[in-house]
T-cell receptor, first 109, second 119 residues
Framework: GEDVEQSLFLSVREGDSSVINCTYT??????LYWYKQEPGAGLQLLTY?????DMKQDQRLTVLLNKKDKHLSLRIADTQTGDSAIYFC?????????FGQGTELSVKP | DAGVIQSPRHEVTEMGQEVTLRCKPI?????LFWYRQTMMRGLELLIY????????DSGMPEDRFSAKMPNASFSTLKIQPSEPRDSAVYFC?????????????????FGAGSRLTVL
């Protein structure tokens, strides 16, 4: 079946690293995605990783993919208060984007 | 480009009334998605269209919900009659055909959402 799971909350201090984890079920997804939702707004694409990659780095963001365990993580280095938001991982079995429940990241000064 | 445009941004209505939510996708995008977001159920895919044709409506909760896409630049999601449990934020998203743009990834662009409250 199609299922994407994330922990619901994460709290970090400003300047620390944040790691948001996700597990998924569909091994046929060619890409896996991270979206960010700020309060009162829609989702915005943060980054994505091709399924034949193990890691992708984009400035403060590092995505790690373990295909064997179907585990995806997003690391945010030097987390800032502006990073406070809900982060969704997503897979795309059969053409439709399926999202996890979202992880609410709270960054304390 | 103005992005995906949804209207209304907020709607408050009474149980039993008809609700129509509207979406204008990004010009040139050929897929359109309707999602519903609630605290309890997270982000649920309701229906999606490719080239104006409904492909998968298995997420539409009941017959009270219907969606149309009469042309490439407009879609509606209708709830008739509405119930308090329909209260949620409804998002529309559009996507260009995979293979165009960055390395074939399926990138959805979301609208700002329509917050519906049914009393």
């Amino acid at each position: 079946g199609e299922d994407v799971e994330q922990s619901l909350f994460l709290s970090v201090r400003e300047g620390d690293s944040s790691v948001i984890n996700c597990t998924y079920t569909d091994s046929s997804s060619t890409y896996l995605y991270w979206y960010k939702q700020e309060p009162g707004a829609g989702l915005q694409l943060l980054t994505y990783i091709f399924s034949n990659m193990d890691m992708k780095q984009d400035q403060r963001l590092t995505v790690l993919l373990n295909k064997k365990d179907k585990h995806l993580s997003l690391r945010i280095a030097d987390t800032q208060t502006g990073d406070s938001a809900i982060y969704f991982c997503a897979e795309i079995p059969g053409g439709k984007l399926i999202f996890g429940q979202g992880t609410e990241l709270s960054v304390k000064p | 480009d103005a992005g995906v445009i949804q209207s209304p941004r907020h709607e408050v209505t009474e149980m039993g009334q008809e609700v129509t939510l509207r979406c204008k996708p990004i010009s040139g995008h050929n897929s359109l998605f309707w999602y519903r977001q609630t605290m309890m159920r997270g982000l649920e895919l309701l229906i999606y269209f490719n080239n104006n044709v409904p492909i998968d409506d298995s997420g539409m909760p009941e017959d009270r919900f219907s969606a149309k896409m009469p042309n490439a630049s407009f879609s509606t999601l209708k709830i008739q009659p509405s119930e308090p449990r329909d209260s949620a934020v409804y998002f529309c998203a559009s996507r260009h055909k995979p293979g165009q743009g960055a390395s074939g990834a399926n990138v959805l662009t979301f609208g700002a959402g329509s917050r519906l409250t049914v009393l």
